[in-house]
């Protein structure tokens, strides 16, 4: 029975994976089993399935290929859930009709847990005049707000918030609203956002040019092209959003630039997709793959990866014919093309393994050979997959071979698609790893840099009791077994450490081999001066990347863990920070703090009185029970029911402030009523408010319209250094920016999904 590499890798695997009945019971007894589940599912629209299952369980085996999330946890559970990561949905009329369609085509897709990226740029301005209604148009980010709010109800598969992105190009009028959205803490929280940047763009900055705003051929507004470029720049090095997208590149190097054009991508921009279009990812462990790790000659053999890749390509492909979508739409897309986004991670470990420093020329020039072998060998499995069951059904031999990466493809593999044809239109891609690198080990996560070299984690017991664990990374975890407590070569660093332009490099060097994109984040320090962050978005211009991301922790983003480059020390918490993780709802003391608000709702004879009793960790009261009382018998079974669920919602402890969120967007069909000044569209409403009055007054939010904050009488982790956010999933401060995606250290949850 394989033996886990660290006790977080099978938490998450129990957690996440691990198949288990409705009941809870476990089906999967052993991770093996979990491997077998997968290994047999995808191989049933093979003609010799039993072998091809044998053969998918062995790179399975030992998390050498690691599929994807979704894939790992629904293959061969019967479940009514998609395997594919993410999808661009079709492109949205500018009508209310078509609008409200689309609407309800995302609400269906994030349901069987898939991530949708939408372009909003087909909607017309606000202001702009509706002939039909004789009115004027509310604009996309209107529209963008009625999305949000749709995905705060739906929750995915695997009891994950859906994930969505939003795209919006640098021309529509509504480019400065759309670009500021999210210096509003409390509105479009389930979105990340990107601007759709243009070549043309582009050099309007470069050259000092004036640029038009427009929408349908009509100009709305001439901007100075540089203001605006300063705009999106200072938005992103102050709120982490909005991210970049170099659309005309995307399409220019696209292998299917012939029969379709992309204007959006998932939610975390690894998967340009056309409307309706559909990845699902998977990742070659190269954490995995090097022979003799730390010793001279170390090297990860070519046949070995070759022969991984392959068999890597052929299950991804079977999960196009056995994967459920959510809609028709994206099945027939997905078979058309066949896309498959297969990618990385532990790439920074293995370069440890192999003594090159991430973000030296070395280890990019080591980074751009590995990718170009993946990217070799998947070419010519797919070809093979061809000869064997088909070309993929739009696939046009001389467009093909003239587009995206094709031009740059060996030319033994242009002469074998040519002879043979290709079965996956776009075959490779880098995704959040996060979780599924957790569960393979802690492995350094896509193409990052190592995160930290370790960290303590806290699980908080049913008794109130911690229990402690380190979380060490893979890589240093081989070199403390292999060589004790010696240091750390210089060559080690991590991702706090690492200069800006040590990041592009390595996400340059990696996209020349990838036809879709890549996720990542380029992490600056706190204390990057404007023009040197501005810097950093045209070096990934000019070097070729398909988009850039950025994180420059503050106080309006919240910082991050961080370790020293030159010591693999373990972080230490103190006992003030530890509000993390319940294993199970805790106890009820005996006797609790509390406070008790009377509510008086206009044009109801009876007051409502709300009480939030607190729990007090280390000297901090944290919510734990809501008891609401009222003398009208109308409210008594809905607030009974409510109170029951917010207290069972409090009791599991972690980032519990989106229930405060979620019950002040609630709105009553009949109206809301104005109290104190200001309009609550509904009783409910009023009862969030009052709960979040509460939170405020005790410390455990930072004010009004505020996610949770830290706790504000703990003491910093790290040796100073301020912490992350709190989870919303396991409450743990360990929130990261990876690969353009808020992900938790400690349980694996991620924004993206």
């Known amino acids: 029975m394989t033996r886990f590499a660290a006790p977080i890798a099978e938490q998450i695997w129990d957690m996440k994976y691990r198949f288990k009945s409705s009941h809870g019971a476990p089906v999967d007894v052993t991770v093996e089993d979990t491997w077998r589940r997968i290994a047999t599912d995808l191989s049933k629209v093979e003609q010799t399935p039993e072998i091809w299952a044998e053969n998918f369980y062995a790179a399975l085996e030992d998390f050498k290929f690691l599929p994807a999330g979704r894939i790992t946890a629904g293959a061969g559970t019967a479940r009514k859930v998609t395997l594919f990561n993410c999808f661009v949905m079709g492109t949205i009329p500018d009508d209310m009709a078509g609008i409200f369609d689309m609407l309800r085509e995302a609400a269906l897709t994030m349901q069987q847990g898939g991530g949708i990226g939408y372009d909003f740029s087909t909607i017309r301005p606000c202001g702009a ?57 409390a509105r479009l929280r389930m979105f990340n956002v990107s601007v759709l940047i243009s070549d043309a763009f582009m050099t309007a900055v ?201 031009q740059l493809m060996d030319e033994d593999v242009r002469d074998a698609i040519r002879r043979d044809g290709i079965r996956n239109a776009l075959l490779t891609s880098i995704a959040p790893t996060g979780t599924i690198s957790l569960y393979a080990g802690n492995v350094s996560s896509g193409i990052e840099p190592v995160f930290a070299y370790s960290y303590r984690r806290k699980v908080l017991q049913k008794d109130g009791s911690r229990t402690e664990e380190e979380v060490v990374d893979y890589a240093v975890q081989m070199w403390r077994d292999k060589f004790g407590d010696t240091a750390l070569p210089d060559y080690f660093v991590n991702a706090q450490t690492l200069a800006p332009a040590d990041h592009v490099k390595m996400q340059a060097a990696a996209q020349k081999w990838i036809d879709s994109s890549i996720s990542k984040t380029i992490n600056c320090p706190e204390d990057i001066d404007f023009e040197t962050f501005k810097d950093v978005y045209l070096q990934a211009y000019t070097l070729g990347c398909k988009g850039c991301t950025t994180y420059r922790p503050n106080a309006v983003t919240g910082s991050v863990l961080s370790v020293s480059e030159t010591s693999d020390a373990t972080p230490e918490a103190d006992q003030g920070a530890d509000v993390i993780y319940m294993s199970e709802p805790l106890d009820r003391p005996q006797t609790l703090e509390g406070n008790t608000y009377k509510l008086k709702w206009p044009n109801s004879e009876h007051a409502i009185y709300v009480t939030v009793n607190d729990l007090v960790i280390n000297g901090a009261r944290r919510p734990f029970e809501v008891f609401i009382n009222s003398k009208n018998m109308e409210h008594f079974a809905w607030t009974v029911g409510l109170t029951r669920m917010i207290s069972a919602v409090f009791r599991r402890g972690g980032d519990v402030s989106f229930v405060v969120e979620e019950l002040k967007a609630v709105f009553d069909p009949r109206g809301g009523a104005w109290v104190q000044g200001k309009y609550i569209p509904s009783i409910l409403a009023a009862i969030g408010g009052v709960i979040e009055q509460h939170m405020v007054a005790t410390g455990f939010l930072a004010g009004e319209g505020m996610a949770l904050k830290a706790d504000p009488k703990a003491q910093a982790v790290n040796f100073g250094a301020p912490q992350g956010a709190a989870c919303p999933s396991c409450g743990a401060y360990e929130m990261q920016m990876k690969e353009g995606c808020m992900t938790c250290g400690s349980c694996g949850h991620s924004k993206c999904g």
């Open 206 to 406: 470069q050259n000092g040019d004036s640029w038009d705003l427009q929408f349908d051929g009509k100009v709305y507004q001439t901007v100075d092209a540089c203001e605006l470029w300063d705009k999106i720049m200072r938005s992103t090095y102050e709120y982490a959003e909005p991210g970049v997208i170099f659309i005309d590149r995307i399409n220019q190097n696209n292998n299917l630039r012939y029969c379709e054009t992309i204007a959006a991508t998932n939610p975390c921009g690894e998967q340009p997709l056309p409307p309706y279009g559909a990845c699902l990812l998977g990742s070659i462990n190269l954490s995995r793959l090097v022979t003799t790790p730390f010793e001279a000659g170390a090297e990860i053999d070519s046949a070995t990866l070759a022969d991984l890749v392959a068999t890597a390509v052929r299950m991804m492909d079977n999960v196009v014919d056995t994967s459920k979508f959510p809609l028709e739409a994206q099945a027939q897309e997905a078979r058309n093309k066949r896309r498959i986004g297969l990618g990385v991670t532990g790439l920074a470990d293995a370069l440890l393994m192999v003594g090159l420093r991430y973000g030296s020329d070395a280890g990019a020039a080591q980074t751009e050979a590995w990718l170009h072998a993946i990217a070799r060998a998947a070419y010519l499995a797919s070809v093979d997959l061809a000869k064997e069951k088909g070309a993929f059904p739009l696939f046009d031999v001389d467009p093909y071979l003239d587009s995206g990466t094709m």
């Open 129 to 185: 005049f509706v002939k039909g209604v004789a009115a004027d148009a509310s604009g996309p980010l209107s529209f963008m707000d009625v999305w949000d709010a749709m995905c705060r109800t739906i929750m995915s598969a695997g009891s994950r918030r859906g994930a969505m992105m939003a795209t919006l190009r640098c021309d529509h009028p509504d480019i400065e609203a759309f670009i500021s959205a999210k210096s509003d803490a």
